[in-house]
């Protein structure tokens, strides 16, 4: 099927949904609810639907931002590997000024969003919107860009417990840790997808400047870290045994996570990327709920 086809078939609204992969949301979306229930943890309460309608369309608007940032800044590279050349820019299914204009409406609805919400969070949302741009730059410097990823998706309890009027402390802090160290985790595994051709185009990952071995212990340390962090933000922030209950099961996922995928066998490194984190978030949504009803 030609590029032509291919567009004329597919309503365009699919193609900005591959191009920014909204089903993706899923990774931190469910963290930013389960950072709005801590907050209202200590008073047994439950946060108000329009609340959380509001921190949905914001994070929705600013996951989107994020990727089709990435996504304009990485076409060159994304064409030239060939993982990613069936993407929408690199293929032609979508022209630079779509995306460079989906861009624009999805930081129309972060800012709006962030205006029914906690008056803080006016005047905070050009910090994630900083670090978007800056995170597509940083593979072609420092094998940090994993890090930096993983610190700019942990905001998201942080900016809910901040969206719902809470003053800061330490259980939004400690759930920042453990999902950037999640995210982090799981993002040094995703780059071992592209270690050859990063190195054949000059770009920087942990893979490529420490191994893969090296990659999945790194991994795992992350991860240990997130259950810990998760533990602390539930002390922290007065949540019950269910809630413990929930890091446990966030602890067996990611042990099964790393042991289905390993330096010598990287068959099933999509499932353990896509399919587990996702579960993960779900899962632990649910027994944050669930803490919050007990």
Same mark, same amino acid.
């Given at each position: 099927?030609?590029?032509?086809?291919?567009?004329?078939?597919?309503?365009?609204?699919?193609?900005?949904?591959?191009?920014?992969?909204?089903?993706?949301?899923?990774?931190?979306?469910?963290?930013?609810?389960?950072?709005?229930?801590?907050?209202?943890?200590?008073?047994?309460?439950?946060?108000?639907?329009?609340?959380?309608?509001?921190?949905?369309?914001?994070?929705?608007?600013?996951?989107?931002?994020?990727?089709?940032?990435?996504?304009?800044?990485?076409?060159?590279?994304?064409?030239?590997?060939?993982?990613?050349?069936?993407?929408?820019?690199?293929?032609?299914?979508?022209?630079?000024?779509?995306?460079?204009?989906?861009?624009?409406?999805?930081?129309? %609805?972060? +800012?709006?969003?962030?205006?029914?919400? *906690?008056? !803080? @969070?006016?005047? $905070?949302?050009?910090?994630? &919107? /900083? =670090?978007?741009?800056?995170?597509?730059?940083?593979?072609?410097?420092?094998?940090?860009?994993?890090?930096?990823?993983?610190?700019?998706?942990?905001?998201?309890?942080?900016?809910?417990?901040?969206?719902?009027?809470?003053?800061?402390?330490?259980?939004?802090?400690?759930?920042?840790?453990?999902?950037?160290?999640?995210?982090?985790?799981?993002?040094?595994?995703?780059?071992?997808?592209?270690?050859?051709?990063?190195?054949?185009?000059?770009?920087?990952?942990?893979?490529?400047?420490?191994?893969?071995?090296?990659?999945?212990?790194?991994?795992?340390?992350?991860?240990?870290?997130?259950?810990?962090? %998760?533990? +602390?933000?539930?002390?922290?922030?007065? *949540?019950? !045994? @269910?809630?413990? $209950?929930?890091?446990?099961? &966030? /602890? =067996?996922?990611?042990?099964?996570?790393?042991?289905?995928?390993?330096?010598?066998?990287?068959?099933?490194?999509?499932?353990?990327?896509?399919?587990?984190?996702?579960?993960?978030?779900?899962?632990?949504?649910?027994?944050?709920?669930?803490?919050?009803?007990?």
């Amino acid at each position: 099927m030609t590029t032509a086809k291919a567009r004329s078939r597919t309503p365009i609204v699919w193609r900005l949904a591959a191009l920014v992969k909204l089903e993706h949301t899923l990774f931190a979306l469910p963290f930013a609810y389960v950072g709005v229930l801590l907050a209202y943890r200590p008073a047994k309460e439950f946060p108000r639907w329009e609340e959380l309608l509001w921190i949905t369309l914001a994070m929705v608007g600013a996951r989107s931002l994020a990727m089709g940032i990435n996504r304009v800044v990485d076409r060159e590279i994304d064409a030239r590997n060939p993982r990613t050349a069936g993407r929408e820019l690199p293929s032609g299914r979508l022209d630079l000024w779509q995306a460079a204009l989906f861009c624009l409406a999805a930081l129309v %609805l972060l +800012v709006l969003a962030t205006f029914r919400l *906690a008056p !803080v @969070v006016r005047y $905070l949302w050009p910090i994630p &919107v /900083a =670090a978007f741009v800056i995170y597509p730059y940083l593979k072609r410097a420092t094998w940090l860009c994993h890090f930096w990823l993983g610190a700019t998706i942990g905001l998201a309890p942080l900016a809910a417990w901040l969206a719902v009027g809470r003053s800061l402390s330490p259980a939004p802090f400690a759930l920042w840790i453990g999902v950037a160290c999640w995210v982090a985790g799981f993002d040094l595994l995703y780059g071992l997808f592209d270690v050859r051709v990063d190195r054949e185009q000059g770009l920087h990952s942990f893979a490529v400047r420490f191994g893969v071995s090296a990659t999945f212990w790194a991994a795992r340390a992350l991860h240990l870290v997130t259950v810990s962090a %998760l533990t +602390v933000a539930g002390i922290a922030g007065g *949540a019950g !045994v @269910v809630w413990g $209950l929930g890091v446990v099961a &966030v /602890a =067996a996922l990611l042990c099964y996570e790393h042991l289905i995928v390993s330096p010598s066998d990287l068959r099933r490194l999509n499932a353990a990327f896509f399919t587990i984190n996702g579960v993960i978030a779900i899962v632990f949504l649910v027994f944050a709920v669930a803490d919050a009803l007990v």
